[in-house]
């Protein structure tokens, strides 16, 4: 890939080993991948769940190919954050003013960043079906990366399979940094060492 004609803020010269996956392949994957859900759905108004605040940016890709395409859905969003303290059994806690109500007896498509290890996944789905009865539940995500060991959880829905290095830009963050890039990268030891206090 051809990084030259890429825009990002000048803070951010030098932090990126290098370009993964453009925004315009990502716009073009989303439309493929509208129109699969597009398939599986059709007739029926699921709810696009949105785990913030990674997904953010993939999430308007999709809503937009979906609208094109004159599927119905509702529209959600929730944030997950581990539990801090003594509690070592990977249980998450589920914010960002989702209530259970609604999404209850719907068909719910959670739109995902990344799954990695599916650790977060596999820890989210029986909570939120245990506790907000969705008729189903499938994962939509924009990436998932390529693991030596199989992951907890696979999503049924991947927009690109990559490999496994540390990733950045469009809604994935390195300490709440890189969110605002276009594009994906890998980042770099430049990037990682990064101090953000010289920023305001
Ligand atoms: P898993 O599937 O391992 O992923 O539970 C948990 C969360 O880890 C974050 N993650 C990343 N974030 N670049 C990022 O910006 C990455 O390469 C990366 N890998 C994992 C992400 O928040 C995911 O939901
Ligand atoms: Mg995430």
């Not at 080993?17 to 989303?30: G, P």
């Not at 509702?74 to 997950?80: G, P, Q, S």
């Not at 990559?162 to 980042?187: K, T």
């Amino acid at each position: 890939l051809d990084s030259s004609d890429r825009k990002f803020p000048p803070e951010y010269d030098g932090h990126f080993d290098r370009l993964l996956i453009t925004r315009e392949e990502i716009k073009d994957r989303a439309n493929a991948l509208a129109d699969l859900i597009h398939k599986d759905y059709k007739g029926k108004r699921p709810v696009l769940l949105c785990v913030l605040k990674g997904a953010n940016n993939f999430y308007m890709h999709l809503s937009e190919a979906l609208q094109d395409l004159c599927q119905g859905f509702y529209t959600e969003f929730l944030r997950v954050s581990s539990y801090d303290g003594l509690n070592s059994t990977g249980m998450l806690e589920i914010g960002g003013g989702l209530k259970y109500k609604d999404i209850e007896g719907k068909d719910v498509i959670l739109v995902e960043d990344i799954v990695d290890t599916g650790h977060t996944l596999f820890n989210l789905l029986p909570v939120l079906k245990s506790e907000a009865k969705p008729l189903s539940v499938e994962c939509c995500t924009l990436l998932s990366k390529r693991l030596d060991k199989p992951a907890h959880y696979s999503a049924k829905y991947v927009g690109f399979t990559i490999p496994n290095h540390f990733v950045i830009g469009f809604g994935l963050d390195y300490n709440e940094l890189y969110r605002d890039l276009q594009d994906i990268w890998v980042i770099s030891q430049k990037g990682i060492d990064f101090d953000q206090s010289t920023m305001h």
